[in-house]
């Protein structure tokens, strides 16, 4: 089962190109920090921005890399759903462990439309499929009934809930049943999440704090929820630091602090204002981390 901490892997940059010996490196350490799972080329992978080589090519890379350790969900998502089952296939053809799949963005599907989606995608190919449903990015929001109708499909066995609504949690296990993974989509809510009936968080500020988000979903499965908690306010101010700006500028500045890979980022998101990286910073010393 898809569970704990697991990074929505970030995408480093030198130069305008893929640094694939940073992302290796940052596999490495996110296996040995105890991170339990990796999602690369999702949002915080700066999928929107990749072409199609790059996004396979990260997608490969971290597959190889991880060899087997942890699970790789890879992100396979698109607003068209020809080039989404690209994505889910070259992901099944790799050997990565399921395919995250983002509800279609800019088009407004309706949820007959959302069904329909994400049957060809199951149908496309033997891997299994992860709904990513953020409403705030993709505009439409994909409801409990129609995931419910979706979790019928065997190889649909779970959800990226990026809502913020912690009872959706709830809601979905009653329309999805008790054995649809529910991992968390928004690191400041993924305590209550889990207590909600969730089993972990794809998580942005676990790329630059694996360990003690680890330490948090593993206290959250064992039930320690005191304990987790005591995590939870360690890193509260980073996580709200790194959203100050997109998250996945502020969490690349917060990795360039600890000499993790550089802030780089492609237009048309930029660096962090100087305001924003002093929050960050603060943020950093708070959880212990700088």
Not at 240 to 258: H, I
Request: include cysteine; charge should be negative; aromatic fraction near 4%.
């Amino acid at each position: 089962m898809l569970k704990g901490s697991i990074p929505a892997l970030v995408t480093p940059f030198r130069n305008g190109a893929l640094d694939l010996e940073t992302l290796k490196k940052l596999v490495e350490w996110h296996i040995e920090q105890g991170s339990h799972g990796l999602a690369p080329v999702g949002t915080t992978g700066e999928s929107p921005t990749l072409s199609h080589e790059e996004h396979e090519t990260v997608i490969e890379t971290v597959v190889k890399t991880v060899a087997g350790r942890i699970p790789v969900i890879a992100g396979a998502g698109s607003n068209n759903t020809a080039e989404a089952v690209r994505f889910v296939q070259f992901a099944k053809k790799v050997g990565a462990d399921a395919a995250l799949v983002v509800t279609p963005y800019y088009n407004k599907p309706t949820q007959r439309g959302l069904i329909a989606h994400y049957e060809a995608l199951h149908d496309c190919a033997d891997i299994p499929i992860v709904i990513y449903n953020i409403p705030p990015r993709s505009v439409i929001d994909m409801t409990p009934a129609t995931m419910g109708e979706l979790a019928k499909l065997p190889r649909i066995i779970g959800v990226k809930d990026a809502t913020g609504d912690l009872a959706r949690v709830s809601f979905q296990r009653m329309s999805c049943g008790k054995d649809f993974i529910q991992l968390s989509g928004e690191d400041a809510t993924a305590h209550g999440f889990n207590a909600q009936g969730g089993t972990g968080c794809i998580t942005v500020t676990g790329n630059v704090a694996p360990k003690l988000l680890s330490q948090m979903q593993e206290a959250c499965l064992a039930g320690d929820y005191a304990t987790a908690l005591d995590i939870q306010d360690k890193v509260m101010p980073l996580h709200k630091a790194v959203f100050t700006e997109p998250g996945l500028a502020g969490v690349k500045y917060a990795m360039s602090r600890l000499d993790l890979c550089s802030d780089e980022v492609r237009l048309p998101l930029t660096t962090l204002t100087d305001e924003t990286k002093a929050l960050v910073d603060d943020g950093l010393r708070h959880a212990g981390l700088m």
